[in-house]
């Protein structure tokens, strides 16, 4: 196994030189942010004044980006793999982020607008979206977060499986394992978030969007169950990676 000087705690990183899969990937998350910073000039004071609402918006949804880019980067920086089933779910996620930029910032400014009380007092946000229509579109939405995280528990999966082939440690096959179980879970609450937007009444849809802040403890959980375990493991096999 040919190892990269730069490691983890838990994880040799097998990857070498940037790839041009990784350089294709990198311009389409940078375009998938210019699509999402992208507005329109204010043309009045009270305009340029509201952008702190569109400014909250952007933030969550690159935010977001940000983790899905850097989940991207682990796992070419761990395994180095550029097979074909590598290069066509890398695809499928890049498809995705490019498909779900204007969706996603449709949701956060119109979750924004809607608990900080602007949603009731401006006419022109409802008729853009009324509230029966918010848990269709949180149902899209969650479609569209399950996809790319399932797409990622896929990547690591494939990782796990080809365990053997890249000499993963213990603690490393651990640490994969717990990025399926992410992806996992992250599918697990967006069905779950698209039940609760359906099955409230309208005027309560879009506290379907609430449910996604379950992903921070869940994830955090898992986390530290599958550290420990790799703690372990790293101990019983005498050293650490660094």
């Known amino acids: 196994m040919t190892q990269h000087t ?13 790839t041009r ?24 004071f009270d305009n340029l004044v509201s952008l702190w609402r569109e400014a ?7 935010a ?30 890049l498809f995705l ?8 910032k ?10 900080t009380g602007f ?12 509230l029966d229509q918010v848990q269709w579109f949180i149902v899209i939405y969650a479609m569209g977060y399950a996809a790319v995280f399932g797409v990622f528990a896929l990547l690591y999966a494939h990782a796990l499986k080809r365990a053997d082939d890249l000499e993963l440690s213990p603690a490393e096959r ?32 879009p506290m379907g969007g609430s449910v996604y802040f379950l992903i921070g403890p869940v994830v955090a959980i898992l986390t530290q169950r599958a550290r420990k375990r790799a703690d372990t493991a790293q101990a019983e096999a005498g050293g650490s990676v660094d």
């Open 6 to 18: 730069s490691s983890e705690k838990h994880f040799v990183w097998r990857g070498r030189d940037v």
């Open 21 to 44: 899969v990784e350089n294709f990937s990198d311009i389409v998350f940078a375009l998938s942010l210019t699509l999402i910073v992208a507005s329109s000039v204010p043309t009045t």
């Open 56 to 62: 909250i918006a952007v933030a969550m949804c690159f």
């Open 64 to 93: 977001l980006v940000l983790l899905i880019w850097s989940k991207h980067h682990a796992f070419h920086r761990r395994y180095g793999l550029d097979d074909g089933p590598t290069v066509l779910l890398n695809a499928v996620v």
């Open 97 to 104: 982020i490019m498909i779900f930029a204007y969706p996603l």
């Open 106 to 115: 449709f949701l956060a400014l119109f979750l924004v607008n809607f608990f």
């Open 119 to 130: 949603y009731s007092s401006a006419p022109e946000i409802a008729a853009v979206l009324s």
């Open 174 to 205: 651990i640490m994969t394992r717990l990025e399926v179980d992410q992806g996992l879970a992250a599918m697990a609450i967006s069905g779950l978030a698209a039940m609760t937007a359906l099955l409230l009444p309208d005027r309560f849809s």
